[in-house]
T-cell receptor
Framework: GENVEQHPSTLSVQEGDSAVIKCTYS??????FPWYKQELGKRPQLIID?????GEKKDQRIAVTLNKTAKHFSLHITETQPEDSAVYFC????????????FGTGTRLQVTL | GAGVSQSPRYKVAKRGQDVALRCDPI?????LFWYQQALGQGPEFLTY????????KSGLPSDRFFAERPEGSVSTLKIQRTQQEDSAVYLC????????????FGSGTRLTVV
C-alpha cells in the first residue's frame, strides 16, 4: 500500500518568513495530493491540493509543488502569520469515488512574533 | 446540515465496554469515510461507504470494530470490548462523490479508554 513520509515534524519560523514542508510517497499510481491544516482540537481542513497532471499550484500565500519522478511534493507558505500556526498534514491517494487518503505524520508549525 | 456532525464529542469508556460513535454526513453526500487519529499522528483509514454499501473495510484494526450505514445517511462506528490502544480521535468525512469532489471532515469523537 501507499506510504507517506513527512518532514520536518516541527517547524518554528518568525512572522513574515516562509515555511516549507516536504512529503514523499511510495505508490507511483497515486495522483492526488491534498494538504490539510488542523488546529488543536479541531477538524482537518483542506487548504490546497494538487493532481499529478500539474507541477505547481498556488493560492495566495500557499503553494504546492509536485515532482512525480522523485515522488515528492511540498507545501510552501509565504509571509507567515501567527494564525498559520497549526499542524499540517500531507496526504496521497489515487483519486476516484472510493479513494482513501494516506496521511503523513504531520508537521507542527509555530509562527512566532 | 451545514457540516459533518459527530457525536459524542468526547467519550470515556472503561476497558471492556462497548461504544458507539455516530456520524451525520452532509445531506446528499454519497461517500462516507471513517478515520482513526492517534495522538500526534495523521489520520488512518478505517472504512468507506458508498450510500449504504460498505465497499472497503480494510483499515478496521480488528473484528472488534464494526461500522454500518443502513439507510445511506447516518453512520455508526461500534467498538466492542474496548482496549486502551483504541484510545484515539475517530474522524468521519463525507463527500458528494469521492475525492474528486473533496472531503469534509467532522470534528471527531475523542475516545479515551481507561
Amino acid at each position: 500500500g501507499e506510504n507517506v513520509e513527512q518532514h520536518p515534524s516541527t517547524l518554528s519560523v518568525q512572522e513574515g518568513d516562509s515555511a516549507v514542508i516536504k512529503c514523499t510517497y511510495s505508490d507511483s499510481a497515486s495522483n492526488y495530493f491534498p494538504w490539510y491544516k488542523q488546529e488543536l482540537g479541531k477538524r482537518p481542513q483542506l487548504i490546497i491540493d494538487i493532481r499529478s497532471n500539474v507541477g505547481e499550484k498556488k493560492d495566495q500565500r500557499i503553494a504546492v509543488t509536485l515532482n512525480k519522478t522523485a515522488k515528492h511534493f511540498s507545501l510552501h507558505i509565504t509571509e507567515t502569520q501567527p494564525e498559520d500556526s497549526a499542524v499540517y498534514f500531507c496526504a496521497a491517494s489515487r483519486a476516484g469515488t472510493a479513494s482513501k487518503l494516506t496521511f503523513g505524520t504531520g508537521t507542527r508549525l509555530q509562527v512566532t512574533l | 446540515g451545514a457540516g459533518v456532525s459527530q457525536s459524542p464529542r468526547y467519550k470515556v469508556a472503561k476497558r471492556g465496554q462497548d461504544v458507539a460513535l455516530r456520524c451525520d454526513p452532509i445531506s446528499g453526500h454519497v461517500s462516507l469515510f471513517w478515520y482513526q487519529q492517534a495522538l500526534g499522528q495523521g489520520p488512518e483509514f478505517l472504512t468507506y461507504f458508498q450510500n449504504e454499501a460498505q465497499l472497503d473495510k480494510s483499515g478496521l484494526p480488528s473484528d472488534r470494530f464494526f461500522a454500518e450505514r443502513p439507510e445511506g445517511s447516518v453512520s455508526t462506528l461500534k467498538i466492542q470490548r474496548t482496549q486502551q490502544e483504541d484510545s484515539a480521535v475517530y474522524l468521519c468525512a463525507s463527500s458528494f462523490g469521492g475525492l474528486d469532489y473533496g472531503y469534509t471532515f467532522g470534528s471527531g469523537t475523542r475516545l479515551t479508554v481507561v
